[in-house]
């Protein structure tokens, strides 16, 4: 795999492309306000005890944007029971869905509660899915996938309604039993590094420590002229048959770019990018990454591509104990 983007001293200087909509922070918080408005109680089932013995398992399903219902799981450490702990709410990478809790029990066992964000409209490319998406919009044209759905107007795009989700599952962490609300971290690699991003600028200081492995959803206008992959292209093919919706498609990327959003971040933050990621190009991770104001780390792989060293998670381990005890 070549070396196709910026080099490290660019990388270091590289800044989003496009300019921040007025009036962003009110747009959000009204459509975050709204979520919380319709919100229905959180519903939380014991699942498959035999299976995970000590180790305490809950089905969830909360109200995402547009009180739609988002499933998820929530595990925490075995003989926890009566402790306050730091909770990690993780996102899943694009085309997957919350799995199985097998798939998460890695921060259970370093001692954390965790709460898995299922992906609405997601789920069988590589981990199972539950959560359908009843808010998309019923008309206009789509490409396979869900980038561009909705593509139109930021009211209907497909990344507005997931980010009010993870925001929301921010809510929810912070009010589940035995959990310390001064102690959320975000978590997710990919798409689930984007989400970790937006519930991170847009959750407020409710967020104590984001990680970012390799994010999706940044510096959205260089990256769909620049990613030869997928899924960015997915935009790019349909704006080339689509040439009427180029400008509203453009418009409505300014709302969610993660690197536009990732400004508001007030948490500790720790990203990881590889130099050679055709589908997250460095540049993009990097406009995100230096937006930034708050403390901030990254992990740089010379020679990777769309993938986290195994190293890193063991660092993600220790900058939680660091930072949320």
Not at 210 to 219: G, K, N, T
Request: net charge negative; proline share 7%.
């Amino acid at each position: 795999m070549p070396l196709f983007d910026l080099s490290e001293p660019e990388l270091a200087e590289h800044r989003v492309t496009a300019t921040e909509p007025d009036g962003l922070d009110a747009w959000w918080a009204d459509r975050i306000a709204g979520a919380r408005a319709s919100a229905e109680p959180v519903s939380l089932v014991r699942h498959e005890e035999l299976a995970y013995g000590p180790m305490p398992v809950w089905d969830v399903e909360f109200s995402g944007d547009g009180g739609d219902r988002i499933k998820g799981w929530y595990l925490r450490p075995a003989g926890s029971d009566g402790q306050r702990l730091p909770i990690v709410v993780r996102y899943i990478g694009y085309g997957g869905g919350r799995g199985l809790p097998l798939d998460h029990t890695l921060w259970a066992a370093a001692g954390y509660a965790v709460l898995v964000m299922d992906t609405r409209g997601q789920g069988a490319r590589w981990s199972i899915g539950a959560t359908g998406d009843p808010g998309r919009s019923p008309a206009g044209p789509e490409f396979p996938g869900v980038m561009s759905r909705g593509i139109a107007s930021p009211e209907t795009y497909y990344y507005t309604r997931l980010f009010v989700d993870a925001v929301r599952a921010v809510d929810v962490a912070s009010e589940l039993d035995g959990v310390d609300p001064a102690r959320i971290a975000v978590s997710g690699g990919s798409q689930g590094g984007g989400l970790a991003i937006a519930a991170a600028a847009l959750s407020g200081d409710r967020v104590r420590v984001c990680h970012a492995d390799i994010p999706f959803l940044c510096d959205f206008h260089r990256a769909i002229r620049i990613s030869p992959k997928s899924p960015y292209t997915e935009i790019s093919d349909f704006l080339a048959q689509h040439v009427d919706l180029v400008p509203a498609a453009l418009e409505t990327l300014r709302y969610v770019d993660c690197a536009l959003l990732a400004r508001r971040i007030t948490a500790t933050t720790l990203f990881s990018v590889g130099l050679m990621d055709m589908v997250c190009p460095p540049s993009t991770v990097y406009a995100a990454y230096n937006e930034i104001t708050a403390p901030k780390e990254i992990t740089v792989s010379p020679f990777g591509v769309h993938d986290v060293p195994r190293g890193h998670i063991e660092r993600q381990l220790r900058h939680l104990r660091e930072h949320l005890g």
